[in-house]
């Protein structure tokens, strides 16, 4: 089933306003829109023509953030990896994410987040005869922990989270730690600012590069950061969106995506 972008246009006009602490009356008069207008844009019944003046005030690419309104964008071409595999679980009214990836020679596996139910994750596994090795957490938002007791339970995984958001029973991993998993490598980025301690997990050895990175970044989109908002956009943009573009990005919520995708799509960040 096609998994739907996690923001829509109103999510992203949000959440760069609660980040830059711009309420709608400053934005009005910095998008030159009275609040009418800006109002209708924010329904999806205003002129798309004044999209172009809210993206320039909010500092977000206007094709993109276009594309957003018009619901006319969904990442393409994303690659379909061998040892890589995503498990979507609903949760109260959204949808969240957790991933395994293995070895495909050794069969070692990693576990990264726990979405709110691991079953099919769980059953995997043992229908492809894989051995969890290590279980990494982005962050401690309860969505991304929800089921870490029956995961460890079954799977007797070393458990690393962020030092910035520790937990009982939790190994600490820190910016740059690195992790042998059979032949693949695995490194941790610090790209904090949706959370204290938010970390990426960057893993080599596979046919192409791959990025889980928690709610740090969405397809078309990233996670509300209202406290540090530009550290969040500057650990997007240096720490993940240089990775090379064919790099397959594993999202807390939503779609997959690519580098690629993100540059030249999503609004915090395309031109």
């Known amino acids: 089933m096609k998994i739907p972008l996690e923001d829509l246009f109103e999510d992203i006009v949000g959440k760069a306003q609660r980040g830059l602490h711009v309420g709608d009356q400053e934005l009005s008069q910095k998008a030159h829109l009275d609040q009418e207008q800006l109002r209708l844009l924010k329904n999806g019944s205003g002129d798309p023509a004044r999209i172009s003046g809210l993206a320039e005030a909010l500092g977000l ?22 040892g890589v595999k995503q498990f979507n679980t609903p949760l109260i009214d959204m949808t969240v994410n957790a991933y395994l990836v293995w070895d495909p020679e050794t069969r070692e596996a990693a576990v990264f987040d726990t979405g709110a139910d691991a079953s099919e994750l769980l059953a995997f596994v043992d229908s492809a005869s894989l051995t969890v090795k290590y279980l990494f957490l982005t962050h401690t938002h309860q969505d991304h922990v929800a089921d870490l007791g029956v995961i460890v339970k079954k799977t007797h995984a070393e458990i690393f989270g962020p030092a910035l958001e520790r937990m009982p029973e939790t190994k600490v ?5 690195q992790f042998r998993l059979g032949k693949l490598r695995i490194e941790a980025k610090l790209t904090n600012g949706h959370s204290p301690g938010g970390t990426s997990y960057v893993v080599h050895g596979l046919q192409t590069t791959v990025a889980i990175v ?5 397809a078309g989109s990233m996670g509300g950061a209202p406290n540090d908002y530009q550290k969040a956009l500057r650990n997007n943009a240096e720490k993940l969106l240089s990775l090379p573009e064919d790099t397959l990005i594993c999202p807390g919520h939503g779609p997959l995506t690519t580098v690629k995708n993100e540059r030249e799509h999503n609004p915090f960040f395309a031109g």
Request: charged share 25%; hydrophobic share 40%; net charge negative.
């Open 173 to 177: 991993v820190r910016e740059g730690d």
């Open 61 to 82: 690419g206007p094709k993109a953030l276009a594309a957003s309104y018009s619901k006319s964008w969904y990442p393409a071409d994303v690659p379909i990896i061998d």
């Open 214 to 218: 928690g709610d740090s970044l969405f």
